[in-house]
């Protein structure tokens, strides 16, 4: 495995190679960034990681400095994990000029995360189209867990006529259902323990939601829309003191509100625990559809 951190000894050792895969990371390597790898390496013969806090995308208040920066030992985790090669840039090559050019993403930027983190997908996509750029992969491997992320990635790729298959990789869950998270590590014990409440407050909403659309199709006058779940699952995690961004259910493919005939669904949270924001979401089936 080679660590490079430069772009110019980037694009030398990357000249010859095809097809790439690409996994993009801000580093702090968890076994869900692992399982990224995993995926890539079943798709392409030269494997590529990128460990870099992107400045871009971190709003003025919020975690860019104490983010965890692991390099020694991600870079030992992914020589493990059979990784060919290692980018991890310094600001100072990645934004040699001030970035004035900018990704605007589409409209659904603005909600969900967007809405709490303005510019936060901005400088998301702004860093990921300059990776690709660099890289040049064939595929790139982004995890569902920053599901609207993987979307708005999704979209720029196809929006802009990228000649990259964007593959989704599932979220790694730790034993009692937590999603894996670098800012898990920001949790203290109590926390971490409470923590599980969320991805159990996603699964009843999924279970609720099938419940009632089956009665639905079977004409049993159930509610059609599941708002009165949303706003339960909100007061459930408030009693017990979290504080709730939002818990939205959407169209997994549009991300939008749900419309008549929608099946694959996805229920979205990003909420606070003390001082630290977890988001998590579970995608669903309604059989038949929302009528
Ligand atoms: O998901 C992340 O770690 C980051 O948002 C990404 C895609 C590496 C861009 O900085």
Redesign the pocket.
Known sequence: MQIISTITALRHRLRDEEPVVFV???GNLHEGHLDLVRVAREHGRCVVV?I???P??FGVNEDFSKYPRTLEQDCKLLEQSGVDVVFAPSEQDLYAQPQQFMVDPPAIANELCGAFRPGHFR??AT??LK?FNIVQPQMAV??KK?FQ?LHI?RQMVAQLNLPIEVIGGETVRAADGLALS?RNQYLNPTERTEAAFLCRTLANMGKAMRGQAALNQAKLNSPRDFSSLEQEARDALSARGWKVEYIAIRCSSTLLPLTAGDKDVVILAAVWLGKTRLIDNLETNLQGGLS
Do not use: R
């Open positions: 993009p990371t801000m990128s870099f806090v992107n871009l995308q400088g998301v860093v990921v990776l982004f995890g920053d992320q990635v670098s």
